[in-house]
């Protein structure tokens, strides 16, 4: 398989870093702004008959996905895909705890007067970033460039009901995942410049 460097990677990975500082500095001091609880109240104010799939859905974010990735892309022979999802998981571990040191802002149980908490989800603790989107992000934008056709739609899916099941549940404020989605997107873009992808999946966005 021929290997190529993109520039979507670079122009996707400077977004999400973008997307992520700017989250970052809107929640620097700690607090919920009016239009951030708002959403949050929208989302986590659905039903309560929602809550078993969300409580599912978000074990797909959990730290094991990782590996899991990583034993698949093996089994198929992705060898480069096995290495990317290794790095992803990685540089995760060792970005959440950065941030969380630099970024303190407790969870909704603390920062949101009417929060409703589901499914034994922690009520203290760093909330911003969420490390399950930013894994999920992350490992989304490695291993896009692999899948066929429709295929490729399956994991953002994932991301985008990740992040809804993660405010829904009380586990974090909007902005906690949408800045998650930025540093998993900064994270996956710099591994698949470093790592390299199928050249089938560059078409024009190639650098090398």
Known sequence: ????????????GLAGLGTFLLCAYIVR????????????????????????????VQF???????????IVALLFKRWRLA???????????????IVWKVIVRERPAVTEPD?????????????FVSGHVVLTSGLAWVATPYLPGRWKIVP?????????????????NPLDVVGGVGL????????N???????????RSAVV
Request: net charge neutral.
């Open 193 to 203: 410049l470093v790592v390299g992808v199928p050249r089938s999946a560059t078409d």
């Open 60 to 70: 797909l974010g959990t730290l094991a996905i990782g590996p899991i990735v990583v």
């Open 115 to 127: 929060a409703i908490v589901r499914g034994g989800t922690a009520t203290s603790g760093p909330s």
């Open 83 to 97: 290495v990317a999802a290794a790095l992803v998981t990685f540089t995760k571990l060792a970005a959440e705890r």
């Open 1 to 12: 398989m021929q290997v190529a460097r993109r520039r979507l990677d670079a122009v996707v």
């Open 156 to 172: 953002w899916a994932i991301v985008a009901t990740i992040c809804l099941a993660r405010v829904y549940l009380g586990a974090h």
């Open 29 to 56: 001091h700690g607090t919920v702004s009016g239009p951030e609880r708002t959403v949050f109240e929208a989302i986590n104010g659905l039903p309560d008959t929602f809550e078993p799939v969300a409580d599912g």
């Open 184 to 191: 998993g997107l900064a994270i996956g873009g710099l591994v």
